[in-house]
């Protein structure tokens, strides 16, 4: 299973954001750190705010940090949320011959059940080391 780059850099701006000391820093800032577009960035904050995962802050001081404990935060869960579809194939569009009789399908759902059990137990505190630490904090 790939996973966008919606998802990924999700992933990203919550492990920056969980890897900042204290205080609050700037979409444009993850934009820049990352090498994506501010209004790319702004989507993908925007789903994390709505969560709750991130808290964001407006004004002139404003910007964003970690809205939880990292530990509450699952892959799994953002998965889910980043991603548009989560259907292993496409069977409507267009409409599959085989739709009816098709076993691909229940096997692909299970493999990606798999992933997602695997993957469950995984926290974004979890993605937290020294050296990803350290690498964030450089400029």
Same mark, same amino acid.
Request: some cysteine.
């Given at each position: 299973m790939q996973l966008t780059k919606h998802t990924d850099f999700a %992933?990203?701006?919550l492990i920056y954001l969980a890897s900042m000391e204290q205080g609050l820093t700037?979409?444009?800032?993850?934009?820049?750190? %990352?090498?994506? *577009?501010? *209004?790319?960035?702004?989507k993908i904050v925007n789903k994390l705010v709505?969560?709750?995962?991130?808290?964001?802050?407006?004004?002139?001081n404003g910007g964003i940090s970690?809205?939880?404990d990292p530990r509450e935060i699952s892959l799994t869960a953002v998965i889910k949320l980043m991603e548009t579809t989560l259907e292993p194939v496409n069977c409507h569009n267009p409409p599959c011959l085989i739709l009816n009789?098709?076993?691909?399908k229940g096997?692909? *759902?299970?493999?990606?059940?798999a992933y997602f059990d695997?993957?469950?137990p995984f926290t974004l505190a979890q993605m937290?080391?020294?050296k990803t630490q350290a690498l964030l904090a450089m400029k």
């Amino acid at each position: 299973m790939q996973l966008t780059k919606h998802t990924d850099f999700a %992933f990203r701006t919550l492990i920056y954001l969980a890897s900042m000391e204290q205080g609050l820093t700037t979409i444009q800032a993850i934009a820049d750190r %990352f090498g994506i *577009s501010k *209004s790319h960035a702004m989507k993908i904050v925007n789903k994390l705010v709505h969560a709750g995962w991130i808290r964001a802050v407006r004004g002139k001081n404003g910007g964003i940090s970690l809205g939880c404990d990292p530990r509450e935060i699952s892959l799994t869960a953002v998965i889910k949320l980043m991603e548009t579809t989560l259907e292993p194939v496409n069977c409507h569009n267009p409409p599959c011959l085989i739709l009816n009789a098709c076993v691909l399908k229940g096997v692909l *759902s299970g493999a990606q059940q798999a992933y997602f059990d695997y993957l469950e137990p995984f926290t974004l505190a979890q993605m937290l080391n020294d050296k990803t630490q350290a690498l964030l904090a450089m400029k």
